[in-house]
């Protein structure tokens, strides 16, 4: 892990930190988690999606407000700030709104006040600032301009959006003009730089879980057959970031922005973390398993030595265990479906705690950096009761179903429905608008379209 050292300074104090990671990152390692407050209630939020979906993040960077810190690589000299730190709006505020909640049910603060023009112009110049985001910078340090120039890459006869297992078995089964794009460098998936960490790894760790082995088997297939073609354009590092009704996509790469246009298009963006419900869920400190690949594998946090509680089941638990294991953290696990006979003896060997029978019941921060988690015996449990089980930690993992990216299919039309039977949330299909794989509610690899020309892999 060794490398250059810059310093940054955040809100008066001068922090040194690794040269080759984010701000989000460099801030977490200096004991900083607490980046923002949610808009509503101020509650603090952390790192959440580490892959630019979210606002947890959202700071303010050389005066200039609402930047994703999580993306952000750090610089020397840089100035950050918590955007809402000391405001009016913090604790007093909390206050008025909590005691008034009534009067502001769920959806009150992002869809009210938007007709007529002149109260949404009251809103925005007196109302929202009081929420703390959207300041404007300093004219002293005007913020640094987007140098990056808008261009067409003209229309091609297929768009996919996304370059795990899915998408590149559909880059494989489409004819014509193809263009395939990732928000990671490489074509993979989500999992496939953890997984490539374990292959890499001395410990040989991934000969004893058959399942994460045979995963990247996979992605590595799949890569092979979709490098040995030639009439296929792969644009990494790109981001699908808005859907123009009804062939149009607006890309970002870093800072510069490109238009596509598509006769068809196939939705491969595979799915983000959720946590579940349960009182604590957005306290900071606790991520998904897709946010720890990217903090892990890309940003290279440093969890050496820190407890780590896991808690789910599935590819993503026992990935999240793995490369935690073989990053230094120590394990503790909570396994809430025991259906991996061959994972759980292979976990007994490498002497990782697992706890069964639980039921994750609540998470509270403690300290300025430590968690605490309450857990009840599940219902599986036969009846049995017992007293609430609490285990304390300084980062959760929280393995739970994950919903498919959705915002762009979304704007060109698509909808989300709840099908349980599929394990979750599916974006149904459009008339040029195709969803494979997790991003429409089924497995890394499996298509789970029955209109789309794509099979399962
Ligand atoms: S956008 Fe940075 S944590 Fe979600």
């Not at 206050?95 to 502001?104: D, E, I, T, W």
Request: aromatic residues 8%; negative net charge.
């Amino acid at each position: 892990m060794a490398s250059d050292k810059v310093s940054i300074r955040f809100e008066g104090k001068t922090l040194e930190c690794r040269s080759d990671t984010t701000v989000a990152v460099a801030l977490w390692e200096n004991d900083v988690r607490h980046l923002s407050h949610s808009p509503k209630y101020g509650r603090p939020r952390g790192v959440t999606c580490a892959r630019g979906h979210c606002t947890a993040c959202l700071m303010r960077v050389d005066s200039t407000p609402n930047v994703r810190t999580c993306e952000l690589a750090v610089r020397e000299g840089m100035e950050i700030e918590r955007q809402d730190a000391g405001a009016f709006y913090a604790a007093p505020m909390q206050k008025v709104l909590a005691a008034g909640s009534a009067f502001f049910p769920v959806g009150f603060y992002y869809k009210w006040f938007t007709k007529p023009a002149f109260v949404s112009r009251f809103f925005l110049d007196r109302i929202r600032p009081l929420t703390g985001v959207g300041r404007l910078p300093d004219t002293s340090n005007p913020p640094k301009t987007d140098d990056g120039q808008p261009a067409d890459l003209g229309r091609f006869d297929t768009v996919i959006v996304g370059a795990g297992p899915s998408g590149l078995a559909a880059a494989e089964r489409t004819g014509g003009r193809v263009l395939v794009l990732d928000d990671h460098e490489q074509p993979g998936g989500q999992r496939y730089g953890a997984l490539q960490r374990l292959a890499d790894h001395p410990g040989g760790i991934l000969d004893r879980f058959e399942l994460l082995r045979s995963a990247l088997e996979r992605m590595e297939n799949a890569r092979e057959k979709f490098s040995a073609r030639d009439d296929v354009t792969f644009l990494g590092g790109t981001r699908a970031i808005a859907g123009y009704h009804p062939d149009g996509l607006l890309l970002r790469k870093g800072n510069h922005l490109q238009t596509v246009r598509f006769d068809s298009m196939i939705w491969a963006a595979g799915a983000l973390d959720t946590l579940g419900l349960f009182p604590g869920n957005d306290t900071p400190g606790l991520l998904g398993p897709r946010a720890l690949y990217r903090l892990l594998v890309r940003d290279g946090l440093d969890v050496r030595g820190k407890n780590v509680l896991v808690v789910g089941s599935g590819l993503d638990f026992w990935l999240s265990a793995a490369l935690l294991d073989t990053s230094g953290a120590r394990l503790n696990l909570v396994v809430t479906d025991t259906g991996s006979p061959d994972e759980i003896s292979a976990a007994v060997d490498r002497n990782w705690p697992l706890n069964t029978g639980l039921e994750l019941h609540s998470i509270s921060g403690y300290g300025k950096q430590h968690l605490r988690a309450a857990f009840t015996p599940d219902a599986s449990g036969g009846g049995r009761t017992g007293s609430r089980l609490t285990m304390e930690t300084d980062l959760a993992v929280i393995c739970d179903r994950a919903k498919p990216a959705y915002d762009v299919p979304y704007q060109l039309g698509t909808d989300l429905s709840l099908q349980p039977d599929l394990g979750g949330f599916v974006l149904s299909d459009s008339p040029s608008l195709v969803a494979v794989g997790e991003a429409a509610g089924g497995l890394p690899g499996v298509a789970a379209s029955p209109a789309s020309e794509v099979e399962s892999i």
